[in-house]
C-alpha cells in the first residue's frame, strides 16, 4: 500500500479515527500517527479516542473481509432459491399439460428473479471502491460497523417468504399425482366393461356364433391376449407411477442434500470466519502493540534524552568532585608533613619549654609573694577611695536631681533660691582676683580629689542685696577650667553657659562661644548676660563687665559674690 508522506513529521500518512465525532467531521481523515495524536490532544494533555485509531490497511482489509463474507452469504441463499424453483418447475412438468407448464413456469420463475434482484440491489450493490477514497469516508465507516446479522435474517426470512407464496400458488394448481392416477384407473375399468359388454352382444346372431365359434380359440386367444395387454398395460402404469415417485424422491432427497451440501459451506464458511475473527484479534493485538511501541518510543526518546542531560551534569559534577577530592588529598598530604615538622619542632620546644618552665617558678613565686603584699597596701588606699568615689558620685547626682533648674544664666535671681548655698567669696569689684586668690577659692570648692560640686558666679548692685543682677551657676570643672583663647569661650557640659579663664587676661561666662578680650570681654556690649573679671597680675583694679555695664573696673557700687553648694554627703 502506498501512503502519502506527512510534510511536518516526514511520517507515512496511514492511521484514521473511527470515533464518530471524527468520522462525521469535514476533514481529512488519514493522517500520520503524530499528526492524529496532536489533533487528539485535550486541554489537560490526554489523547481522546485513542482505541479509536485504526492503520488504514486494516481498516480495508476488514471492510473486504466482510464484503466477501456478505457475497458468499448471499450466494448461498441464492442458491437455495434456484433449487427450489428448479425443483418445484420438475414437479409442474409431471403434469403433462402444457399451458399450465408454461403459466407456472414463468410465475414460479419471476417470483424467484424479483427475489433475486432484491436482494442483490439491496446487499450486494455497495457505494464505494477500492483504493481507498476520501470522498467515500463515510460509507467505508458504515459499511466497517455495519451488523452482519441483520441482512442475513433479513435474506433468510424474505427467503422463506418466496418458498411459502410458491407452495401456496402450487395448491392453486391441483397437481396432485395421485388423482390423475385415480383417473387413469377409472378410464381403464371402462374399457374393461366395454371388453365385457361386447362380448355379451355377440351371442345375438348366430352366425355370428357359429363364426364366433369357429373363431373362437382365436378370439380366446384374442382376449387372452387382451387380458394380457391390459394387465401388462397396468403393470406398465404402476410401474411408471411407481418410477415418477422415485423421482420425486430423488429431487427431494437431492433438494436435501444440496441444502446439506450448502449448510457445510456455511459451517465451512463460519469456520474459516471464526480464524478470521481470530486472525483479526491477532491483529488488533499486534497494532495495538506496534501502537504501544510507538508511544513508548516516543516517551523513550524524551526520557533518553533527558537521561543524557542528567548523565552530561553526573558526569561534570563527578569530574568537579573528583579534581576537589584530588586537591583535598594533596593538601591533605602537605598538612600531614606540615604537622610532622610543628610537632617535631614542638617536642624540641617542649623540652626547653620544661627547663624554662622551672626557673620561671622559682621567680614567680617570688614575684607572687611580693605582688600580694603590693595588693595588700593597694587594697586599702582603694578602699578609701571608692568610698570617697561614691559618696562624689552621689553628690553629683543629687545635685543634678534637685538643682538642675540653676544651671543656666539668671538676671535678678532672688538670694533665697541659694539658701542651701554657702557664700565662699565677696568683694566689692575694685578688688583684684590675683591667681593666689583663685588658688585660695579652689580650695574651698575642691576639698577632695576628684570632687565636682555645683558652683554659681554673679555680680549684684549694692544697692539691691536680695536679688543678684547677673549669676550663673554651674558644676566647678566646668567654671575653673583654664582657657587659652581670646576669642572664644568654652561651651558647659550641662547647659547653655560658655566659660572662660584666660591667664593675663580676664575670667567669666558668655549666652555664646564668642568673646572678645582686649583686656575684658567687649563682645555685643549691650548683652545683658555676659559677667567678665580681670584676671591679670598687672592690674591693680577688679571686675570690669556686668551685663551691660562694661567700664566697672573700680566701682565700689557692685560686688562679685562665688557660692558653693552645701555637700549633701560627706
Ligand atoms: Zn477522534
Ligand atoms: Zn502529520
Request: proline content about 2%; charged content about 25%.
Amino acid at each position: 500500500m502506498d501512503f502519502q508522506i506527512c510534510q511536518n513529521t516526514q511520517s507515512p500518512e496511514k492511521f484514521l479515527c473511527l470515533n464518530e465525532e471524527c468520522y462525521l467531521a469535514e476533514k481529512k481523515h488519514i493522517q500520520c500517527y503524530q499528526c492524529l495524536t496532536k489533533q487528539h490532544l485535550s486541554k489537560n494533555k490526554v489523547v481522546r479516542h485513542v482505541d479509536d485509531f485504526i492503520e488504514l490497511e486494516q481498516f480495508t482489509n476488514e471492510i473486504k473481509k466482510k464484503q466477501t463474507k456478505r457475497q458468499t452469504f448471499i450466494q448461498m441463499i441464492f442458491q437455495q432459491a434456484f433449487d427450489f424453483q428448479k425443483s418445484k418447475v420438475q414437479e409442474i412438468q409431471l403434469s403433462k399439460n402444457p399451458d399450465l407448464i408454461k403459466n407456472a413456469t414463468e410465475k414460479i420463475e419471476g417470483e424467484t428473479t424479483k427475489f433475486l434482484k432484491y436482494l442483490s440491489t439491496l446487499y450486494l450493490d455497495q457505494k464505494f471502491t477500492f483504493p481507498y477514497q476520501n470522498s467515500f469516508h463515510v460509507q467505508y465507516v458504515k459499511f466497517y460497523f455495519e451488523n452482519e446479522n441483520k441482512y442475513q435474517e433479513d435474506a433468510k426470512s424474505k427467503l422463506s417468504i418466496l418458498f411459502s407464496q410458491i407452495e401456496k400458488y402450487m395448491q392453486t394448481l391441483d397437481l396432485d399425482i395421485r388423482t390423475t392416477m385415480k383417473r387413469s384407473y377409472q378410464k381403464l375399468e371402462q374399457l374393461e366393461k366395454q371388453v365385457i359388454q361386447f362380448s355379451k352382444s355377440s351371442f345375438y346372431n348366430k352366425l355370428q356364433l357359429l363364426v364366433l365359434l369357429l373363431i373362437l380359440p382365436y378370439l380366446v386367444y384374442l382376449q387372452i391376449n387382451q387380458l394380457e395387454i391390459i394387465k401388462y398395460q397396468r403393470q406398465y402404469e404402476q410401474t411408471f407411477q411407481i418410477q415418477e415417485y422415485l423421482i420425486q424422491e430423488l429431487v427431494s432427497i437431492k433438494d436435501k442434500y444440496s441444502l446439506l451440501d450448502k449448510k457445510i459451506e456455511y459451517l465451512i464458511l463460519n469456520e474459516t470466519e471464526n480464524i478470521m475473527a481470530l486472525n483479526k484479534t491477532v491483529t488488533e493485538a499486534v497494532d495495538g502493540v506496534q501502537k504501544l511501541k510507538l508511544r513508548f518510543d516516543a516517551f523513550k526518546q524524551s526520557s533518553t534524552s533527558n537521561l543524557e542531560k542528567v548523565r552530561i551534569n553526573l558526569q561534570t559534577n563527578l569530574e568537579t568532585l573528583q579534581n576537589n577530592i584530588t586537591y583535598f588529598e594533596t593538601q591533605e598530604t602537605n598538612l600531614r608533613s606540615q604537622i610532622s615538622q610543628i610537632s617535631s619542632k614542638m617536642n624540641a620546644l617542649f623540652l626547653k619549654e620544661n627547663e624554662v618552665k622551672q626557673l620561671l617558678e622559682s621567680q614567680k613565686k617570688e614575684k607572687q609573694e611580693q605582688s600580694r603584699r603590693v595588693k595588700e597596701i593597694m587594697n586599702q588606699l582603694e578602699e578609701k577611695q571608692v568610698i570617697r568615689r561614691i559618696i562624689q558620685l552621689k553628690n553629683y547626682l543629687y545635685s543634678l536631681l534637685h538643682y538642675r533648674h540653676l544651671i543656666k544664666i539668671h538676671l535678678n535671681l532672688p538670694k533665697t533660691e541659694l539658701k542651701d548655698f554657702q557664700l565662699i567669696y565677696e568683694e566689692l569689684f575694685d578688688k583684684p582676683v590675683l591667681v593666689y586668690t583663685m588658688i585660695s577659692i579652689q580650695q574651698k570648692v575642691y576639698k577632695y580629689e576628684g570632687d565636682n560640686p555645683l558652683v554659681c558666679l554673679g555680680g549684684l548692685s549694692v544697692n539691691s542685696l536680695d536679688s543678684i543682677d547677673l549669676i550663673a551657676c554651674d558644676f566647678a570643672n566646668d567654671i575653673f577650667k583654664p582657657t587659652f583663647e581670646s576669642d572664644k569661650a568654652l561651651k558647659s557640659s550641662h547647659g547653655d553657659i560658655y566659660w572662660y579663664q584666660v591667664q593675663e587676661s580676664s575670667f567669666g561666662f558668655a549666652p555664646n562661644e564668642n568673646i572678645k578680650l582686649l583686656y575684658c570681654d567687649d563682645y555685643d556690649e549691650e548683652n545683658e548676660y555676659r559677667l567678665s573679671y580681670w584676671y591679670n597680675l598687672r592690674s591693680t583694679s577688679g571686675g570690669r563687665r556686668l551685663g551691660k555695664f562694661t567700664l566697672l573696673e573700680n566701682s565700689t557700687e557692685h560686688i562679685l559674690q562665688i557660692y558653693l553648694l552645701k555637700a549633701p554627703f560627706q
